[in-house]
């Protein structure tokens, strides 16, 4: 069985799943204006391999995105995707009359979107509950995408390309 203990509570993984879906859903196609479909689920470094990858993004730069928060329930939020997608998404964030956003407008709406896909997300799992979270920064490209064994990897294509989302909690909530 794949689940967490948070707050007394055993949450299935897929409760953590849905919650990362839903607000991916939520804020992208809110204040981008992009539509996702889920492309793969899972709660592990191993799952890695099952990101599709389209041939000319396997060499983008990517921008990754990480905070912290703090609460009931403390951990790790990361959102990732390549820098074609972070300046379409920024351009449409931005309301630009560019069809991209330049590189340095791009890593400042990739934070904010990581603040509130991550925030949307801890709502659905523990709504009214209030968290801390850290200033997103961007951080040197993926590694190790969810450093504990409780929490979800999720991955997503937007059409435009795909974005990655990982939201690891702190070992002690984990079953």
């Known amino acids: 069985m794949?689940?967490?203990?948070?707050?007394?509570?055993?949450?299935?993984?897929?409760?953590?799943?849905?919650?990362?879906?839903?607000?991916?859903e939520e804020v992208l196609e809110t204040m981008c204006f992009l539509s996702v479909n889920a492309s793969g689920e899972g709660a592990g470094p191993a799952d890695l391999e099952a990101i599709p990858e389209a041939a000319?993004?396997?060499?983008?730069?990517?921008?990754?995105?990480?905070?912290?928060?703090?609460?009931?329930?403390?951990?790790?939020?990361?959102?990732?995707l390549p820098m074609d997608l972070a300046q379409v998404a920024g351009a449409a964030f931005l309301a630009l009359d560019e069809p991209a956003a330049t590189d340095a407008q791009a890593g400042e709406v990739v934070c904010e979107l990581a603040n509130m896909i991550c925030g949307a997300a801890l709502g659905r799992l523990e709504?009214?509950?209030?968290?801390?979270?850290?200033?997103?920064?961007?951080?040197?490209d993926l590694q190790d995408l969810n450093p504990s064994p409780s929490g979800s990897v999720r991955w997503f294509d937007t059409g435009e390309g795909f974005l990655t989302v990982a939201l690891a909690l702190q070992p002690e909530y984990a079953v």
Do not use: Q, Y
């Open 2 to 24: 794949n689940s967490c203990k948070v707050w007394g509570v055993v949450m299935e993984a897929t409760e953590i799943h849905a919650a990362l879906a839903a607000a991916v």
């Open 56 to 80: 000319d993004e396997e060499d983008a730069r990517m921008l990754t995105s990480e905070l912290r928060f703090e609460g009931r329930m403390p951990g790790t939020f990361r959102l990732s």
């Open 127 to 140: 709504h009214g509950t209030i968290f801390r979270l850290s200033h997103p920064e961007l951080i040197p």
